[in-house]
């Protein structure tokens, strides 16, 4: 059998309100952040980038919404998988079903999984208990935070010195105003429990923005009220030029597996 890439790697396998999921490795450790697609989807998408469902060593999650949850339960019945969840998160998730290797952590205390520290944060969003985290190996970081309506002084600090970031980007302000969403939703988009404006995005990276930042990643467009150029194109101005690679994940294929 080949030997495995050893190189710290992370690849968005879906991202938008279809489902959202993203698979980190060490080579040794397999891990999704978020397991949003079906079971049969997630094992197509895993399959897709090289990778099987066998291999993972824990699902973790980051809130209750359905397009983060829907496949977490029937994988980890499916493959014996761990789901790292916090207690809030768990009861308020409706569609799990039983999970025999249930872990609980909390915001603000990091934890192990193999080799792969997770340090998980509080983020503000209309969600019982969301979290954001960073996951470091061999001295490299990636800091993930998607559906986040403000980048709060506490998630800028834990996403400080990431080498890639996983970031929300969801929707063009003018876009959403003009949009057919109803008025009430609009404000909760905008609200700082909704989601991030390219704009607060492109503002957020250039605070985040350092030398060893080395991949940009942004997630969770809206279909209805960004498109993938107006993200890229507000965001890159954020980076001042710098070589960091910037990617936009999408919602009906694997991204890039970018590696560390």
């Given at each position: 059998m080949p030997k495995k890439n050893k190189s710290f790697s992370m690849c968005p396998l879906a991202?938008?309100?279809?489902?959202?999921?993203?698979?980190?490795?060490?080579?040794?450790?397999?891990?999704?952040?978020?397991?949003?697609?079906?079971?049969?989807e997630t094992e197509r998408r895993l399959s897709q980038v090289g990778e099987t469902?066998?291999?993972?060593?824990?699902?973790?999650?980051?809130?209750?919404?359905?397009?983060?949850?829907?496949?977490?339960?029937?994988?980890?019945?499916?493959?014996?998988?761990?789901v790292y969840i916090t207690r809030e998160t768990y009861g308020a998730c409706k569609r799990l079903g039983k999970i025999e290797h249930l872990q609980f952590f909390e915001c603000g205390t990091a934890f192990d999984i193999g080799d792969i520290r997770v340090n998980p944060f509080s983020i503000s969003h209309d969600a019982r208990d969301p979290a954001g985290m960073t996951l470091s190996h061999g001295g490299k970081k990636i800091g993930l935070a998607t559906d986040l309506g403000v980048a709060t002084n506490l998630v800028k600090s834990h996403l400080s010195q990431s080498n890639a970031l996983y970031l929300e980007s969801n929707h063009d302000p003018r876009m959403l105003v003009e949009g057919s969403y109803p008025w009430h939703l609009k404000q909760r988009i905008k609200s700082r429990t909704g989601h991030l404006s390219n704009q607060?995005?492109?503002?957020?990276?250039?605070?985040?923005m350092h030398q060893d930042l080395?991949?940009?990643?942004?997630?969770?467009?809206?279909?209805?009220?960004?498109?993938?150029?107006?993200?890229?194109?507000?965001?890159?101005?954020?980076?001042?030029?710098?070589?960091?690679?910037?990617?936009?994940?999408?919602?009906?294929?694997?991204g890039d597996m970018i590696r560390l």
């Open positions: 991202s938008g309100s279809k489902g959202n999921s993203v698979f980190v490795s060490t080579g040794d450790t397999a891990v999704l952040v978020d397991a949003g697609l079906s079971g049969i469902p066998e291999n993972l060593k824990a699902i973790i999650i980051t809130h209750e919404h359905t397009d983060h949850v829907l496949g977490a339960g029937i994988l980890s019945r499916r493959f014996n998988i761990p607060e995005t492109r503002d957020l990276v250039a605070e985040l080395s991949h940009l990643v942004l997630a969770h467009l809206s279909e209805e009220n960004n498109c993938p150029n107006k993200a890229f194109e507000e965001v890159a101005k954020g980076l001042n030029g710098s070589d960091t690679a910037l990617y936009v994940a999408g919602p009906d294929r694997p």
